[in-house]
């Protein structure tokens, strides 16, 4: 069972934005998280990342929404 972090795509934030938000706060290399923004835009969401942890996942989750990014947590269990 894990907890999964799901970027929400929105119409206010630049790809830019959102590309420089995930290599800063998710770690992601910059063609990996060009990539997932481009996933969330054609398909209105995507899977940032995923823990063990129900509160790892939160706090991801609250980091994103304090720059300004829509986000969801879920179980997949």
Do not use: K, Y
């Not at 830019?16 to 969401?45: F, I, K, N, S, Y």
């Not at 986000?71 to 997949?76: C, K, N, Q, T």
Request: net charge negative.
């Amino acid at each position: 069972m894990r907890w999964r972090v799901d970027l929400i795509n929105d119409d206010v934030n630049l790809a830019c934005v959102v590309v420089h938000v995930l290599r800063t706060h998710c770690a992601l290399p910059e063609q990996d998280a060009t990539r997932l923004t481009a996933d969330v835009h054609t398909r209105g969401r995507a899977e940032v990342a995923a823990f063990a942890d129900q509160g790892s996942a939160e706090q991801l989750a609250v980091t994103l929404q304090r720059r300004g990014l829509g986000v969801a947590v879920r179980h997949d269990g």
